[in-house]
């Protein structure tokens, strides 16, 4: 890793020009601001940009990327910094580019059902702003109220309703990218079946920030679903639980999301809120449905009554009010604090394995927290097989530690060997890098590293990153 | 254009090492029948292949590879020809690797609901396989009956039922891809949600031959939809079917195809089948539905018969048995055939707008047919913006030929300057590469050939494609 010295004077100023000087943040306590994100990484002084830059235009970014491309200076582009893998750290210092002006949305299109939006809209506004109109932005990231769009993008975020939805990819329809050397790029467009070209749209999406700045996007939308429900679902065994998601999807009944929790889970739910662990529960779904209305949810709701109770569940709880509905929800969203109130510190993982594998991939962590002697409660998505182990142990314990990064090196192994991916939602950044060679292969690396040496030569967007 | 000239006897011998004897296609008259395909393309001399490989293997393909890129020789991949922009056509002579031995279904993993095939394997066979289990496939092209998963990957062939159910991009999770200098990719896997390195998978979709050669691909499927319907709706003006379309749409009631026809559309087919056109219609809405069963196909056929009333329809008739079902979708199917016999030639048209802007592509391509004086029948998949204008014409009178070039140019100037794109499913291949730089512009242009050189440093893929 190399870090710059100070900038030149004279490039300070170009970029100066360019944003306007109240835009430029040179300040050593100011920068040091953006220097992490929301990863488990720990702090590191050389990842303290030099500069940070807040453009509010396309020109501008523009005018920025061609000084640093003159330069050869790294530059990390960074939206709300809630990433968990490091995506928006300057590994290399340079300049941030923080995209947190740029928070227009521009146009929402009814009757092509589109809008388009700048980087720095938070995920919710998009979402809530579509609403309004009867439209839907499905993409939901656990952080969806602080992310922002370009780092949805440059992730390629998913979320609760992914089983059903899609992740972000399936949403963006064109975007215009501002490359390293200043170019300004536009791919893609509101013809809903285009193949002319290359889909370059899609590369950017899921490339971290290391092929080009996002300037704009346009997402498709759908029609937003007339009602919602929730459902709870207790079972014996995971793999019982994961059953019945399969049979559900099998049958065409697609619940809007698909949430799972092993028993640790469960048991640190009630350990928070000071209830008691139903007897016998191992597992549990929260299942949201949506549809046209309320017939649509109850005809819904009974297959699924059915479809668990032949896969062997042992409770069944339909929310029918408002409140009900809150109260299931909460025990899904509270489920994070939950389970990190458990241990001083807690390792989240992110890995996606085929969706029959699910009981085999938890089987496999239940064998490395009892190796490592650790706890790791497990949830997830079932309905797209991505799940979230929770390694928890006290990092200020060296012998710990040691004994958690077996564990999560362990629960990588695990999801490759089951045909899985090492990250479903969270992107590889700077924390799973050590991994990626390895889990794509030499054809693959090599691959990764030509795109990216055509579209950024002198590799100055977000060095160190993905591999 | 360069043509190559004979091979070197040592490089044919190291064909037929790789591939057999049998499987290296050097005589004249053979090697002709590899110089064309579905597309309106002339005959060209220089088009000839040299010599037909026809690997069985992912193996075999890798060692042709490796030989063809020492030796520098483009090499141009193909599987039924039945593309419409000449993709599979061998622009600069070489060798055809010809992919119709690669014909084997590999796994069809019913828990995932994933497939995964050879490249040579007919759209309809692999649709049909996974129907016998319950699964859905839904790519449909129009030529499904002949075209093989290759062609539908290399231009992401989409088909009627996108509306509802996308194009094959939204299918493909995997590819394994040899690349030019033989070494072999592997992308994308079995985990729905997977952020690990670049969307390497999506960049082969749609990029028509010319960054490597599929050798197997993974496809997510569907459960098969229970019951399916048509119904025919008719309308005075295109203007009016397109603003039902849009209110379903936007209703969520989305049918699993949305073909539209013009007027002269229907004149065409009254002349085919001896009937007389309907008094007043100016546009003809053919759709279908699918759902769960009898009573999910009834409400939303009295959804679509009520958004469709208040859109202004003259006409409205739901199929109630097999045999009218089959006679409804004989009209569509027909439609082909019955325009292409109003004159001696005709040139189909693949383009794509924002679905907001059909009415007015329709209403300009209706102005260039007055001013060229040359009938130009317009159907198309209503639902995304996809239509498939018919310049017809003879090509013989060169009067015409030269009208019926300027027609083309201008519907394609319709399209951009709308919003939309040059093809909607068809690919850019050789017929449509005069257009292609100016509708993506140089800073797109430069960025597709900074990709294909990264991953075709040689460029002897598919040459003389796209651009």
Not at 144 to 167: D, F, H, P, Q
């Amino acid at each position: 890793m190399t870090t710059c010295t100070a900038l030149e004077p004279d490039l300070l100023e170009g970029f100066r020009e360019a944003v306007g000087r109240e835009n430029v943040i040179e300040s050593p306590l100011e920068v040091f601001g953006y220097s992490y994100d929301a990863s488990f990484l720990p702090l590191d002084t050389r990842t303290v940009p030099q500069v940070v830059v807040r453009p509010r235009t396309t020109a501008e970014i523009s005018r920025v990327m061609v000084l640093a491309h003159r330069s050869r200076i790294p530059v990390t582009p960074r939206g709300a910094a809630s990433g968990r893998t490091g995506g928006s750290v300057p590994l290399q210092g340079g300049i941030v580019l923080a995209l947190d002006r740029m928070t227009s949305i521009l146009e929402l299109d009814t009757a092509n059902m589109m809008v388009s939006a700048e980087p720095g809209v938070r995920t919710i506004d998009l979402h809530d702003h579509c609403a309004r109109q009867g439209l839907f932005f499905p993409p939901d990231p656990g952080s969806w109220k602080v992310s922002t769009l370009g780092g949805n993008i440059a992730e390629n975020a998913g979320g609760m309703r992914a089983v059903k939805y899609g992740v972000t990819r399936d949403y963006v329809m064109g975007l215009e990218v501002v490359l390293a050397d200043g170019s300004v790029l536009e791919t893609g467009g509101k013809a809903v079946k285009n193949v002319t070209g290359y889909d370059l749209t899609g590369l950017f999406v899921g490339s971290e920030g290391t092929l080009g700045i996002v300037s704009r996007a346009l997402f498709r939308l759908r029609p937003l679903p007339k009602a919602r429900g929730v459902l709870r679902v207790v079972f014996r065994t995971m793999d019982e639980a994961c059953a019945a998601v399969q049979a559900m999807l099998l049958e065409g009944v697609t619940p809007s999301a698909a949430e799972i929790m092993d028993a640790a889970c469960l048991e640190a739910v009630a350990l928070a809120r000071k209830t008691s662990l139903e007897a016998g529960a191992g597992a549990c779904l929260i299942l949201e449905i949506d549809g046209d209305g309320p017939e649509a949810l109850d005809a819904q709701s009974r297959r699924i009554e059915a479809i668990t109770g032949q896969a062997g569940r042992i409770g069944f709880r339909a929310a029918a009010t408002r409140e009900e509905t809150e109260a299931l929800w909460a025990e899904r969203r509270g489920l994070s604090s939950a389970v990190a109130a458990m241990a001083p510190n807690r390792l989240g993982e992110d890995i996606s394995v085929p969706r029959s594998a699910f009981p085999e991939v938890v089987r496999r962590i239940n064998a490395i927290s009892r190796a490592t002697g650790l706890r790791i409660p497990v949830f997830g998505h079932a309905g797209d097989g991505n799940l979230h182990p929770s390694v928890l142990c006290d990092l200020a314990d060296p012998d710990q530690a040691a004994r958690a990064h077996e564990a999560v090196d362990g629960i990588f192994k695990a999801a490759l060997e089951l045909g899985g991916t090492l990250s479903g939602e969270h992107g590889i950044g700077v924390s799973k890098r050590p991994y990626f060679a390895g889990a794509v292969g030499p054809v693959s690396l090599e691959a990764h590293r030509a795109v990216k040496g055509a579209l950024d030569p002198l590799w100055i967007l977000n060095p160190g990153k993905i591999w």
